[in-house]
C-alpha cells in the first residue's frame, strides 16, 4: 500500500543538497528505527518507535556523531594535527569529539570545565579511555583562556592546533545532520507502511531545527516536540534562528517562525545535569520495557516529557510517536546509586 505523503525518492533532492556541504564519514548511518511495543503496551498508549542514534557507532555512540561530519571536514581543510576543544566536565559531545579525532588521526586537547572529581566515571572516564589530554577549568574565562594557551604552546612545539570552539558550523552541522536523520525516519516508517503523529527528541535547539527543516521540505505533517534538558537557551527562538541559518546554507528559501517551534521545558527539573525524578522513571521503564538504556540527565528527562505527554490524553492508540534516542547513556553509571535496588523501593 502505498500512502500519500512523500515517497523516500523524493526525498533525493534534500539529499543532494546536503551532499554538497563537505563531509567527513565517521558516524555508522542510518541508524535503526525499531519499534517499542512493550513500551507502548506498558503505557497503554499509542505505537512508539525509538531512532537509535545512541547507535551511530564510534566511542558509545550519540547524535553530536552525525554533527562531526560536517564540523570536523571543515577543521580537516585546516591539515591540524590537534584538536583542541572546550566543553562541560561530563559533555557526551567531548567523548564523541575525542573518538571523531581519533579515527581521523588527530589528537585531542580538551579543556572541561569544573574540577577532575574523586571519582571518575561516565564521559570523563571514556575521554580519559580514548587518549584525550584532559585540563580542567574552573569557569567560562579561564576555559577560554586555557584553549587559547594550549594552542600556542601546540604551535611552539612545532604542532598545529585547531580550536573548535572557534569553528563556526557547531549549530548548523547538527542541523543538517537532523534533515538527515528525519529522511531516515520517514524512510523507516514508510517501509512500515506508516507515518509519525509526533517526533520526541532531548533538544537544546540544534537538532531541532534540522527536524523542523525537514518537516517543511517534506510536508509530512507530524509535530516536532522537542523536551529541553537546560534553562540555558529560549529554545524556540534558538532553533528557529538555527534552522534558517541553516536554510540559508542549504540555499533554500525557507523561513521557520519562532511560533512554530514546540519545545516543553517543564522537564528540566532542579537543574541542567541533575536527574529528575521523572526522568529516572521513565529511564527504567525503557531499560525494562524494551531492553534500551537513556540517561537521566536528557534523554531520560524527554522520555518523561513523552510519557507525561500520553498520560495527559494527548495521543490515541491510532498515534504513531518517535522518540529519537540522542544518546548520552555514559551518564547512567556517574549516576550509578539511582539503579540499585535500595534506590527502587516502589518503583
Ligand atoms: C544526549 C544528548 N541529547 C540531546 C542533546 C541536545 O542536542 P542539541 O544540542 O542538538 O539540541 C545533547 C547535547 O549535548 C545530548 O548530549
Same mark, same amino acid.
Given at each position: ?53 545512541? !547507535?551511530? &557507532? ?7 556523531? *552525525?554533527?562531526?561530519?560536517? $564540523? +570536523?571536514?571543515? @577543521?580537516? #581543510? =585546516? ?49 580519559? !579511555?580514548? &587518549? ?7 569557569? *567560562?574565562?579561564?576555559?577560554? $583562556? +586555557?584553549?587559547? @594557551?594550549? #594552542? =600556542? ?51 537544546? &535547539? ?142
Amino acid at each position: 500500500m502505498m500512502l500519500h505523503h512523500p515517497t523516500p525518492s523524493n526525498f533525493q533532492w534534500i539529499r543532494d543538497r546536503i551532499a554538497q556541504v563537505p563531509r567527513v564519514k565517521i558516524a555508522i548511518t542510518p541508524t535503526p528505527l525499531e519499534e517499542a511495543p512493550n513500551l507502548s503496551k506498558a503505557l497503554g498508549g499509542p505505537r512508539i518507535f525509538i531512532k537509535r542514534d545512541d !547507535l551511530t &557507532g564510534v566511542a558509545l555512540g550519540g547524535n553530536k556523531l *552525525r554533527n562531526l561530519e560536517f $564540523r +570536523l571536514a571543515r @577543521t580537516m #581543510a =585546516e591539515s591540524p594535527d590537534t584538536v583542541i576543544v572546550g566543553l562541560d566536565l561530563q559533555s557526551n559531545s567531548a567523548r564523541q569529539t575525542v573518538g571523531a579525532c581519533n579515527k581521523l588521526g588527530l589528537r585531542t586537547i580538551l579543556v572541561l570545565e569544573g574540577r577532575r572529581p574523586d571519582v571518575v566515571q561516565g564521559n570523563l572516564l571514556m575521554d580519559y !579511555l580514548l &587518549g584525550a589530554e584532559v585540563h580542567f577549568a574552573e569557569t *567560562r574565562d579561564e576555559q577560554r $583562556r +586555557l584553549l587559547d @594557551t594550549l #594552542a =600556542e604552546q601546540c604551535r611552539s612545539a612545532g604542532g598545529r592546533p585547531h580550536i573548535l570552539n572557534d569553528n563556526p558550523m557547531f549549530d548548523v552541522a547538527s542541523a543538517l545532520a537532523y534533515i538527515e536523520t528525519t529522511l531516515e525516519i520517514l524512510d523507516g516508517l514508510d517501509a512500515a507502511e506508516t507515518r509519525p503523529t509526533a517526533l520526541y527528541m532531548s533538544s537544546s &535547539g540544534k537538532g531541532q531545527a534540522g527536524i523542523v527543516l525537514a518537516r517543511r521540505l517534506t510536508n509530512a505533517g507530524f509535530q516536532m516536540q522537542g523536551i529541553t534538558a537546560t534553562d540555558e537557551f529560549h529554545v524556540p527562538s534558538r532553533t528557529a534562528a538555527i534552522a534558517n541559518e541553516t536554510a540559508a546554507t542549504l540555499g533554500l528559501d525557507i523561513v521557520i517562525a519562532e511560533e512554530e517551534i514546540h519545545n516543553d521545558d517543564r522537564f528540566v527539573g532542579a537543574g541542567y545535569g541533575i536527574p529528575s525524578d521523572e526522568a529516572i522513571e521513565a529511564t527504567r521503564l525503557f531499560a525494562r520495557t524494551e531492553g534500551v538504556i537513556l540517561d537521566p540527565i536528557y534523554t531520560g528527562k524527554a522520555a518523561a516529557g513523552m510519557i507525561r505527554h500520553i498520560r495527559e490524553g494527548r495521543y490515541t492508540k491510532d498515534d504513531v510517536l518517535v522518540f529519537v534516542h540522542t544518546g548520552g547513556n555514559p551518564a547512567v553509571f556517574s549516576w550509578n546509586q539511582l539503579w540499585l535496588p535500595e534506590a527502587n523501593q516502589g518503583a
